[in-house]
């Protein structure tokens, strides 16, 4: 039979070891009592010479820092400096060890410090209290708790504490109380930092430069967690400066019970500067090869070498979408003339699935059901050549339609698109079937890397058949219509699928070209839109748009009827049915215009109810769409309701209902919209 010292010490070192490898405990708790258990195996030879110091070294990589199963728990350095309370017993019952009892326990002293939640996670007493025990176990657990709250006390730079706990015997109706009181005791401060490098060290002196990066100053509270922190991150920051392969010892920490503070020596051998050398990746994903992944890197070979630079690159191939893991291992590469090193990177990485069927619904009120399916292979032309075949079945339109996007297409961030296929839409202001081509250059903006500025410059070409419902026994006409687009957006918002703060403005300009009847025309059409939003408190975000648009060159009557401008729907005017906008004629169908007016404000309040992150919206939009070039502001159609907001991880899901304020005839009382995004 083991003696009851060793059944003590090993409870207590597993108990311990379960708390800080059980993956419900707190990790706050973890980083602190991690460094002290550690930092005390490794302080009496100092303490020794220094009867008031107490030695605090900081503690060698984790995976070798946490007692094995076999190995003793080591005591507290310098036990004698900071004396250990006796437990106050009222029971009365020690000679019957045996004998069942139950209790409950209080704490007190350390809720002020924000370390009670930490003591009860890991808390013996605590996580037995209301069972039946026997006065051994007890002991104990009582022993064990006085050190608990002493290395929590410690991990906030409290030394000197004292940890008092007492046992109140049970009386009639309820059990014993087992009070655990916490005296913080001063906190220690560091009164000296020393950086020093190693004797054969390769690198600069380090003081200056890690000095700057050890986010520890004298003064500073002795806070474990605090300092452990500081030394994990040492190395990134290091790196971050050019010093790669930076060699960083342990950092001797003397604690000085006499003076109340703490002397801290880093040593520190910097090594070579580092540059970016070569990158080699394996043949995880056909065409990414090292020079395509050059044009990735916002590095040249030479550039100083960054882990913020390398960990860009992991997130733009992971952006590409064409791997499901990523890894970028620095490696020594040669040294160089100039005394610099070169940092070779090593990609390793795993295929995504390449192919994607996506499917997608909506409704609208005036649009009805709508359904849309592709089908995408995300590297059909390598390297990140994708091809999709998209179709559309809804109540007013139909699309058959191919994709070729080439992502990262000769530089960083810039695609090129080519779409092709057929449309047909019937809607109320016109009926038009569609064959067509397009090709666009633009940079891109996305979820990892918002741009302020993106652009677009495009060609498109189309024949078209269309018939004007406005126009009375109007007969179809054939259009054949070459476009050249361009845009250009400056975005100053704070998230690209649901902005709380800033702004966007784009500008977009088409010249057009068209054939109608053997004659030709040309016409320029021109758009404005700006959105803002701004932020009132942490809930509530009120947003703003405004539109402009106006062609200029022809008259209304002979440009095609899709190629007008028209208003009303979900993403327009709400309130109104798509093209419920704007003059019409006898029959009360849409005819079109040459410019465009659109404005919008939401008041947009976000909250959490029944586990779910929700929103509502109360909007108003108004609009106008007329015959002449100027947008006009005098007969203004106005709409409006209020929403629901569901967020998801890709973006709110948008629910509508709005009614028209000043309705035409034929305009339905309430319209509704479901989609994905916010309205703008």
């Given at each position: 039979?083991?003696?009851?010292?060793?059944?003590?010490?090993?409870?207590?070192?597993?108990?311990?070891?379960?708390?800080?490898?059980?993956?419900?405990?707190?990790?706050?708790?973890?980083?602190?009592?991690?460094?002290?258990?550690?930092?005390?195996?490794?302080?009496?030879?100092?303490?020794?010479?220094?009867?008031?110091?107490?030695?605090?070294?900081?503690?060698?990589?984790?995976?070798?820092?946490?007692?094995?199963?076999?190995?003793?728990?080591?005591?507290?350095?310098?036990?004698?400096?900071?004396?250990?309370?006796?437990?106050?017993?009222?029971?009365?019952?020690?000679?019957?060890?045996?004998?069942?009892?139950?209790?409950?326990?209080?704490?007190?002293?350390?809720?002020?410090?924000?370390?009670?939640?930490?003591?009860?996670?890991?808390?013996?007493?605590?996580?037995?209290?209301?069972?039946?025990?026997?006065?051994?176990?007890?002991?104990?657990?009582?022993?064990?708790?006085?050190?608990?709250?002493?290395?929590?006390?410690?991990?906030?730079g409290h030394y000197g504490g004292q940890a008092r706990i007492s046992i109140e015997p049970a009386q009639a109706g309820r059990p014993s109380i087992v009070r655990v009181r916490a005296t913080p005791g001063p906190i220690y401060n560091f009164r000296e930092i020393s950086i020093t490098a190693p004797i054969g060290a390769l690198g600069p002196d380090p003081a200056r430069i890690v000095g700057r990066l050890l986010p520890i100053r004298v003064g500073d509270a002795v806070e474990a967690a605090r300092v452990?922190?500081?030394?994990?991150?040492?190395?990134?920051?290091?790196?971050?400066?050019?010093?790669?392969?930076?060699?960083?010892?342990?950092?001797?920490?003397?604690?000085?019970?006499?003076?109340?503070?703490?002397?801290?020596?880093?040593?520190?051998?910097?090594?070579?500067?580092?540059?970016?050398?070569?990158?080699?990746?394996?043949?995880?994903?056909?065409?990414?090869?090292?020079?395509?992944?050059?044009?990735?890197?916002?590095?040249?070979?030479?550039?100083?070498?960054?882990?913020?630079?390398?960990?860009?690159?992991?997130?733009?191939?992971?952006?590409?979408?064409?791997?499901?893991?990523?890894?970028?291992?620095?490696?020594?590469?040669?040294?160089?003339?100039?005394?610099?090193?070169?940092?070779?990177?090593?990609?390793?990485?795993?295929?995504?699935?390449?192919?994607?069927?996506?499917?997608?619904?909506?409704?609208?009120?005036?649009?009805?059901?709508?359904?849309?399916?592709?089908?995408?292979?995300?590297?059909?032309?390598?390297?990140?050549g994708a091809f999709t075949a998209r179709a559309v079945a809804a109540e007013r339109e139909q699309v058959a339609q191919v994709e070729l996007r080439k992502r990262n297409f000769g530089q960083r961030d810039r695609q090129l698109l080519v779409t092709g296929g057929f449309t047909a839409s019937q809607q109320f202001a016109f009926a038009a079937e569609t064959l067509g081509i397009s090709a666009a250059l633009a940079r891109e903006s996305n979820i990892l890397w918002q741009k302020d500025w993106t652009w677009?410059?495009?060609?498109?070409?189309?024949?078209?058949?269309?018939?004007?419902?406005?126009?009375?026994?109007?007969?179809?006409?054939?259009?054949?219509?070459?476009?050249?687009?361009?845009?250009?957006?400056?975005?100053?918002?704070?998230?690209?699928?649901?902005?709380?703060?800033?702004?966007?403005?784009?500008?977009?300009?088409?010249?057009?070209?068209?054939?109608?009847?053997?004659?030709?025309?040309?016409?320029?059409?021109?758009?404005?839109?700006?959105?803002?939003?701004?932020?009132?408190?942490?809930?509530?975000?009120?947003?703003?748009?405004?539109?402009?648009?106006?062609?200029?060159?022809?008259?209304?009557?002979?440009?095609?009827?899709?190629?007008?401008?028209?208003?009303?729907?979900?993403?327009?005017?709400?309130?109104?049915?798509?093209?419920?906008?704007?003059?019409?004629?006898?029959?009360?169908?849409?005819?079109?215009?040459?410019?465009?007016?659109?404005?919008?404000?939401?008041?947009?309040?976000?909250?959490?109810?029944?586990?779910?992150?929700?929103?509502?919206?109360?909007?108003?939009?108004?609009?106008?769409?007329?015959?002449?070039?100027?947008?006009?502001?005098?007969?203004?159609?106005?709409?409006?309701?209020?929403?629901?907001?569901?967020?998801?991880?890709?973006?709110?899901?948008?629910?509508?209902?709005?009614?028209?304020?000043?309705?035409?005839?034929?305009?339905?009382?309430?319209?509704?919209?479901?989609?994905?995004?916010?309205?703008?």
């Amino acid at each position: 039979m083991p003696s009851p010292l060793h059944q003590r010490r090993d409870e207590r070192q597993s108990r311990l070891r379960l708390a800080l490898s059980c993956p419900s405990g707190k990790p706050g708790l973890v980083h602190r009592l991690l460094p002290l258990l550690l930092v005390a195996a490794a302080g009496t030879a100092q303490a020794q010479t220094a009867p008031a110091a107490e030695p605090l070294p900081m503690p060698p990589p984790a995976t070798d820092a946490i007692p094995g199963p076999e190995s003793p728990l080591p005591d507290l350095p310098d036990s004698d400096a900071v004396a250990w309370p006796d437990v106050e017993s009222t029971t009365g019952a020690a000679d019957a060890p045996d004998a069942a009892v139950r209790y409950s326990v209080e704490v007190s002293g350390l809720a002020e410090l924000g370390l009670d939640d930490e003591f009860r996670s890991l808390s013996a007493l605590w996580l037995h209290r209301g069972e039946e025990t026997n006065l051994a176990q007890l002991g104990r657990r009582i022993a064990e708790d006085r050190d608990l709250a002493d290395l929590l006390l410690r991990s906030i730079g409290h030394y000197g504490g004292q940890a008092r706990i007492s046992i109140e015997p049970a009386q009639a109706g309820r059990p014993s109380i087992v009070r655990v009181r916490a005296t913080p005791g001063p906190i220690y401060n560091f009164r000296e930092i020393s950086i020093t490098a190693p004797i054969g060290a390769l690198g600069p002196d380090p003081a200056r430069i890690v000095g700057r990066l050890l986010p520890i100053r004298v003064g500073d509270a002795v806070e474990a967690a605090r300092v452990q922190s500081a030394q994990d991150g040492l190395p990134i920051r290091l790196a971050d400066a050019g010093y790669p392969f930076a060699r960083i010892a342990p950092p001797d920490i003397t604690i000085d019970h006499a003076s109340r503070d703490a002397t801290l020596v880093q040593s520190v051998d910097l090594g070579r500067r580092g540059v970016f050398g070569a990158i080699r990746i394996d043949d995880g994903v056909k065409g990414m090869d090292e020079k395509h992944v050059g044009l990735l890197a916002r590095f040249k070979p030479g550039d100083r070498y960054s882990n913020a630079g390398r960990e860009d690159l992991r997130r733009a191939l992971v952006q590409t979408g064409l791997f499901g893991a990523v890894a970028i291992k620095p490696g020594e590469g040669e040294v160089r003339e100039d005394g610099t090193q070169t940092v070779d990177l090593e990609i390793s990485s795993e295929a995504a699935p390449m192919r994607t069927i996506a499917l997608a619904g909506g409704f609208s009120t005036g649009q009805g059901v709508r359904a849309e399916g592709s089908w995408t292979h995300r590297n059909l032309f390598p390297p990140e050549g994708a091809f999709t075949a998209r179709a559309v079945a809804a109540e007013r339109e139909q699309v058959a339609q191919v994709e070729l996007r080439k992502r990262n297409f000769g530089q960083r961030d810039r695609q090129l698109l080519v779409t092709g296929g057929f449309t047909a839409s019937q809607q109320f202001a016109f009926a038009a079937e569609t064959l067509g081509i397009s090709a666009a250059l633009a940079r891109e903006s996305n979820i990892l890397w918002q741009k302020d500025w993106t652009w677009s410059i495009g060609a498109q070409a189309l024949i078209t058949s269309q018939r004007d419902r406005s126009v009375r026994g109007d007969p179809r006409r054939t259009f054949t219509v070459l476009a050249l687009p361009a845009s250009i957006t400056w975005d100053r918002s704070d998230d690209l699928l649901n902005p709380s703060r800033g702004f966007r403005l784009t500008t977009r300009l088409s010249p057009e070209f068209t054939l109608r009847n053997q004659s030709n025309f040309n016409y320029l059409k021109a758009q404005f839109e700006a959105t803002a939003y701004k932020p009132f408190g942490d809930s509530l975000v009120l947003a703003g748009r405004f539109h402009l648009g106006s062609i200029v060159g022809a008259n209304r009557g002979v440009i095609a009827p899709d190629r007008r401008f028209y208003a009303g729907g979900g993403g327009s005017v709400r309130g109104y049915v798509f093209q419920g906008v704007g003059p019409r004629n006898e029959d009360n169908v849409p005819t079109g215009g040459n410019s465009l007016t659109e404005l919008a404000v939401e008041a947009r309040y976000r909250f959490q109810a029944l586990g779910q992150d929700l929103g509502i919206v109360a909007f108003v939009d108004a609009g106008e769409v007329s015959s002449g070039t100027t947008p006009a502001f005098d007969r203004l159609s106005l709409g409006a309701g209020i929403g629901a907001r569901f967020y998801t991880g890709f973006g709110p899901v948008r629910v509508d209902i709005a009614t028209p304020v000043n309705p035409q005839q034929g305009d339905p009382r309430l319209v509704f919209y479901v989609s994905i995004g916010q309205a703008f």
